[in-house]
């Protein structure tokens, strides 16, 4: 399906992994020139690699720590003229309220809550000013269905959801659209690995790790490449009358009873 981006341009946070990189690939795909940030260089420059081998876009890495705030806004800055911008950086690690301290709760927020903020604030006023340009926040699924086991995310993610909603209802009077998107469990590297991990201690064989997942929805995880096709989908016309609300991601899992 010809989704209408070629020639455009995109910032995605978290580019160099992940869901991030998925986004990036699908975009990339569509015709989409890249700036991918992230902290790591080399995983930049690998993302880079991989990306110019399958697409003939234009990809520009930006190495750089997003929870100090002074970088997020200079990013922005640098990358103010974007069509799309793809907030997908940061994780908030697991814990009971007495369980996450202080430190880690605002280290954790400063990047998947703040980070967003910081960035959204320069590149929607550019937005704004030349009345085009679509945010792709993506969220977490522990928003809409908060438990408190993972308090600090479930708090942070119900957050973003609420500044996607509240930005998006404003957005469509400057021709700006903000949506987002709430995975649920997502076959990422790095959940795989933990997952094999997991399986060579329980099972024996870290190659059995699906079976640790067969009770998902259709037995599995989603891809990266499904959530990267909703991000793509939501940047393009074909979706140019959704603003200001949230997709879930996790085969219904949130609507399941508890």
């Excluded at 809550?113 to 937005?127: K, L, P, Q, S, W």
């Excluded at 094999?196 to 790790?209: C, F, P």
Aim: charged fraction near 25%.
């Amino acid at each position: 399906m010809e989704l209408g981006l070629k020639g455009k341009s995109a910032l995605v946070t978290g580019g160099s992994r992940g869901i991030g990189l998925g986004a990036a690939r699908l975009l990339a795909r569509e015709g989409c020139d890249l700036h991918l940030a992230a902290r790591s260089a080399a995983d930049l420059e690998a993302a880079k690699t991989q990306i110019a081998a399958e697409h003939r876009v234009n990809v520009h890495c930006h190495a750089v720590d997003l929870s100090e705030s002074s970088n997020a806004v200079a990013l922005a800055r640098d990358c103010r003229d974007v069509d799309f911008l793809v907030n997908n950086a940061g994780s908030i690690p697991q814990g009971t309220l007495d369980m996450v301290d202080d430190e880690t709760w605002k280290r954790a927020w400063d990047l998947k809550v703040f980070g967003f903020i910081d960035i959204t604030r320069e590149i929607y006023a550019r937005m704004r000013e030349r009345k085009s340009g679509v945010i792709v926040n993506v969220i977490g699924a522990a928003g809409e269905r908060p438990v408190a086991s993972y308090i600090a995310g479930s708090m942070g993610n119900a957050a973003l959801m609420a500044f996607t909603r509240a930005l998006g209802a404003e957005s469509p009077a400057f021709g700006v659209r903000v949506v987002g998107i709430n995975p649920g469990g997502t076959a990422t590297d790095r959940a795989v690995k933990r997952l094999r991990e997991r399986a060579g201690k329980e099972l024996g064989d870290a190659e059995r790790w699906p079976e640790l997942v067969s009770q998902s929805p259709f037995g599995r995880m989603a891809t990266v490449e499904e959530i990267g096709a909703l991000v793509a989908f939501l940047c393009s016309p074909l979706s140019g009358y959704t603003t200001g609300t949230i997709i879930t991601v996790d085969g219904g899992a949130s609507s399941r009873r508890a």
